[in-house]
């Protein structure tokens, strides 16, 4: 498809457990970002990568989080040992390089932790 | 501490009507601005957007306003119909903070017929 996908949509882990979310943006789009939304807040920034590299990681809540991005397309974020406050939808977005561009997002993945 | 306000939680609009969304922000760095619409289980949805150096910007039905000096900007969708219904989140960005959006907390908008 043309937009941005994730992977799963769904996931129900226990506390403690380790997670892995999967982004894949729109081809060509050299800007991805990490967000989530927890319930009855706004979408929260967790991260920005262009290319492979992450210029900015100023919104990961804690070390327990981290995020890679491969050949410049596909980006997995990591949660390991989960807690109860982690549980959230983790949104995906990518955009163009080039300043002033509207961000596209994911359909998101519903994190919920036991 | 919230760098982007949408003070009204929600909005309720008759159909045919117009819906104005409000958005306050703090940071003087913001200068690109952007509404996104989002439905329930869906990703936000790009509306429109106005960078600091205009005050007003239209596509179709919704047009976008922005008073830097207040640092308020509002969204304008006339007439309203019942597929505008959804949480309209309003963004903003600083070239110097590599884009990355920072989000209000939403208003969600439902248009009556």
């Known amino acids: 498809g043309a937009g941005v996908s994730q992977s799963p949509s769904n996931k129900v882990t226990e506390k403690g457990k380790d997670v892995e979310l999967r982004c894949d943006p729109i081809s060509g789009h050299t800007a991805l970002y990490w967000y989530r939304q927890s319930l009855g807040q706004g979408l929260e920034f967790l991260i920005y990568?262009?290319?492979?590299?992450?210029?900015?990681k100023s919104g990961l809540p804690s070390d327990r989080f981290s995020a890679e991005r491969t050949g410049g397309s596909v980006s997995t974020l990591t949660i390991q040992r989960t807690q109860q406050e982690d549980s959230a939808v983790y949104l995906c977005?990518?955009?163009?390089?080039?300043?002033?561009?509207?961000?596209?997002f994911g359909p998101g993945t519903r994190l919920t932790v036991l | 501490d919230q760098q982007v306000k949408q003070n009204s939680p929600s909005l309720s609009v008759q159909e045919g009507r117009i819906s104005i969304l409000n958005c306050d922000y703090t940071?003087?760095?913001?200068?690109?601005f952007l509404w996104y619409k989002k439905y329930p289980a869906e990703g936000p949805t790009f509306l429109i957007s106005i960078s600091s150096i205009k005050d007003k910007n239209e596509d179709g039905r919704f047009t976008v306003f922005l008073n830097k000096s207040a640092k308020h900007l509002s969204l304008h969708i006339v007439p309203s119909q019942p597929g505008d219904s959804a949480v309209y989140f309003c963004a903003a960005s600083a070239v110097q903070g590599a884009q990355k959006l920072v989000f209000g907390q939403g208003t969600r908008l439902t248009i009556n017929p």
């Open positions: 940071n003087s760095m913001f200068d690109y």
């Open positions: 977005a990518s955009s163009a390089t080039s300043a002033y561009n509207e961000q596209f």
């Open positions: 990568f262009q290319g492979n590299s992450a210029p900015d």
